[in-house]
């Protein structure tokens, strides 16, 4: 599988970091899958995880952050790519693996609460924080 790398990507949507409290849950039909949450974007979010023995056959993905008192449960997934963590030297880092998901067709409900999450627990890449009161992660 190549390389991912992000900053060749053309998303439809701007990419912000979280805090590193953010975690999350993948299911499947019968598998479960905890894993890291990375960063997140309007329609879809990247995760890091250790696969155990499942495959990559999830469909929904919860949310929970301990520090910002989040839960978001049960948004439907469809995964985008799934690859090993590589270091600066392109080697697999300890088994650590890459997956990016987009949300298909969550409810309005759950696409509202995702973005209140993201414009109050979101960086921007560089660093920076997102500014209160800025709107431009929802629709014009």
Not at 98 to 112: D, M, V
């Amino acid at each position: 599988m190549p390389k991912h790398d992000e900053s060749s990507d053309k998303r439809e949507h701007q990419r912000f970091k979280v805090c590193e409290t953010v975690f999350a849950l993948l299911e499947g039909d019968v598998e479960r899958q905890p894993a890291q949450v990375v960063n997140v974007a309007r329609g879809g979010v990247c995760l890091h995880y250790f696969r155990d023995k499942y495959a990559c056959s999830w469909r929904q993905l919860t949310i929970s952050s301990f520090h910002a008192d989040c839960f978001l449960g049960q948004l439907p997934v469809e995964i985008v790519y799934d690859g090993p963590v590589e270091d600066e030297g392109c080697r697999p880092v300890n088994g650590m693996r890459r997956c990016g998901l987009k949300f298909t067709e969550p409810t309005s409900t759950q696409q509202a609460l995702w973005d209140i999450f993201i414009e109050q627990n979101a960086t921007t890449l560089n660093g920076h924080g997102l500014k209160p009161g800025r709107n431009d992660l929802l629709p014009e």
